[in-house]
Each structure stands twice: as structure tokens, then as C-alpha cells.
């Protein structure tokens, strides 16, 4: 068995990194864990992990990011370091990461796919300019500034806000605007 191992390590230490589509896994894993975390707070749900909680309460899902990948480059260059000495415990180390670094995407998907048979998707706010609109009125006279009239809101809710230019009148003056400019190089 030492003989194998050795000649097997021979051959491998001439490559580049030991084993590439476990990394290649590990790394995609990791990115589908991070899309479905960040999707799973979005919804109001929480970190169990209470290290990766820490960071994404002190750092934000971009700090979240950054540490689950130090946390998959850290495991990567383990199993190098190792591999190079015992080829066989550094692979086993390698989909032992995988397979852990799966879990929380097993988790996260029966959650949200819990709460998508339920119908159990908690309302999502919207963003109030989403729902409005907005008119931009252009001088009469092409020598003037363009100046930007604020949008009148209705007394109604859920109307959409609207300007005193009607739309034959705009799309007059965006075409007669549009004639003054140059272009950019």
C-alpha cells in the first residue's frame, strides 16, 4: 500500500494543484452557498452558523463573501500542503469539504422550496420610485438649461405621480433636445 501511495505521489506532485474538480466542487458549492445564505436573509431568515453570523453582522454580505472564500482557499491550500506528503488523506480532506460545504446548500434549498410549496413568502417591501413615474419637462427654447420639474404627487394613494407635460409635448421636445447634443468620443 506505501508502495502505491508513493508512486502515486510522485505523479502528482508534478501537477499544478492535486485535485482540481474537487476544488472546482468546493468552490462552487460555496458560491451556491452564498446565493442561497444571502436569499435566505432576505426573507427574513437567519444565520445558524454563529461565526458566519458574527461576520455578516460586523462586515455585511460582502464580509460574508470574503470569508467564506478564505475559509475555501484556506481548506485548498491545506489539502495541497498535505497532499504532497500523504496524497490519500489530503483527497479525503478535500471531499470531506465538499461534502460539508453542501450541507448548508441542502438546507437552504429545502427551506426555500419549503416556503415556495406553502406559498409561505413573506411580503417583499417595495421600492416607492418603482411605482411612480416621473416627466421631465425641457425648456421651450434650446439656449436654455434643461431644468427638471419635481413630480406632483396625487392626493390618491397607489395613483402614479404625474407633471403637467403631456406626452405629444414630451416626446416633442426629447426629440427636439436630442437634435442639440453631440456625441461623445
Not at 445564505?37 to 455578516?56: C, D, K, Q, Y
Request: with cysteine; glycine share 2%; hydrophobic share 50%.
Amino acid at each position: 500500500m506505501m508502495v502505491i501511495e508513493q508512486t502515486h505521489m510522485k505523479a502528482e506532485a508534478r501537477k499544478v494543484v492535486l485535485f482540481p474538480n474537487l476544488y472546482l466542487w468546493l468552490v462552487f458549492v460555496a458560491s451556491i452557498d452564498i446565493i442561497l445564505t444571502r436569499l435566505v436573509l432576505f426573507f427574513s431568515g437567519t444565520e445558524i452558523n454563529p461565526i458566519a453570523a458574527l461576520v455578516i453582522k460586523w462586515f455585511g454580505i460582502p464580509g460574508m463573501s470574503v470569508f467564506k472564500f478564505s475559509v475555501v482557499a484556506f481548506v485548498v491550500i491545506v489539502c495541497e500542503f498535505v497532499g504532497r506528503v500523504r496524497w490519500s488523506t489530503a483527497r479525503n480532506l478535500a471531499v470531506f469539504a465538499v461534502a460539508i460545504s453542501a450541507f448548508p446548500v441542502v438546507w437552504s434549498s429545502v427551506l426555500i422550496m419549503t416556503m415556495i410549496i406553502n406559498d409561505d413568502i413573506p411580503p417583499i417591501e417595495t421600492d416607492p420610485i418603482l411605482n411612480k413615474q416621473r416627466a421631465v419637462e425641457y425648456p421651450r427654447r434650446p439656449s436654455e438649461q434643461v431644468a427638471m420639474k419635481p413630480p406632483m404627487t396625487t392626493q390618491q394613494e397607489g395613483q402614479p405621480w404625474s407633471s403637467s407635460v403631456n406626452e405629444s409635448e414630451l416626446s416633442f421636445w426629447v426629440v427636439a433636445s436630442a437634435a442639440h447634443t453631440s456625441p461623445r468620443n
